[in-house]
């Protein structure tokens, strides 16, 4: 069945670095969301990418859907002690009659960071 | 708006027992999706219910059940609990349904032991 992987599993920085997490995606997506959970937390929704080629800037998030709509960045720039948890990429796969789908999730980047 | 209410958040059952959760969704959301997050397997889709209707299953043996009610709330059974069923049980709502490019909105959890 399709796949989401995410790479990397795990980053450290200092604060103030820059911060990327990429998805890739074995098949072509409709769409594309990312998902942020803090340490002891549940997953929030930030934002959902749907065009071809797609960048969304939040503040210092930024978002990129690949031109093949297989693959997604996420890019932090000037990272926070806020920026602290796992980040999750999702894209809907379908179930074995082809009819529905479900969100699969990638298993996450965790992101810690040194102040 | 009230968020997605879990309940209950925490529990403790013992091998061979069986286990109820619930979840109420966001008012006017008529998707309600199951999650179960392990830390080794990330995010693993349940199911996925709209208006009543379970519209997706995923790849978890036939001891995990669910239903949804005509108000949208949801349950999700567990029987026969094993030591592996261990985790956090994830509810998320969705004014749309996955196929329709929903966004999750996630409950807070419900932690599940088994001893």
């Known amino acids: 069945g399709q796949q989401v992987m995410q790479i990397p599993q795990y980053q450290h920085v200092q604060e103030g670095e820059d911060f990327t997490t990429y998805c890739n995606s074995s098949t072509t997506l409709s769409n594309i969301q990312w998902y942020k959970q803090r340490p002891g937390g549940h997953p929030v929704f930030l934002i959902q990418l749907v065009k071809s080629g797609e960048v969304k800037k939040q503040k210092r998030l930024t978002f990129q859907f690949g031109e093949a709509k297989k693959n997604s960045s996420l890019h932090i720039t000037a990272t926070q002690t806020t920026d602290v948890g796992t980040y999750f990429c999702a894209g809907p796969s379908p179930n074995s009659g082809g009819s529905n789908y479900k969100l699969t999730f990638g298993k996450g980047t965790l992101l810690t960071v040194n102040p | 708006k009230a968020g997605v209410t879990q309940t209950p958040r925490y529990l403790i059952k013992t091998r061979g027992q069986q286990v109820t959760l619930s979840c109420s969704p966001i008012?006017?959301?008529?998707?309600v999706s199951w999650y179960q997050q392990t830390p080794g397997q990330g995010l693993q889709f349940l199911f996925e219910y709209f208006s009543e209707t379970q519209r997706n299953k995923g790849n978890f043996p036939g001891r995990f059940s669910g239903r949804q009610f005509s108000n949208s709330r949801s349950e999700m059974n567990v029987s026969t609990l094993e030591l592996g069923d261990s985790a956090l049980y994830l509810c998320a709502s969705s004014s749309r349904t996955s196929s329709e490019g929903g966004e999750l909105f996630f409950g807070e959890g419900s932690r599940l032991t088994v001893l």
């Open positions: 008012s006017g959301h008529r998707s």
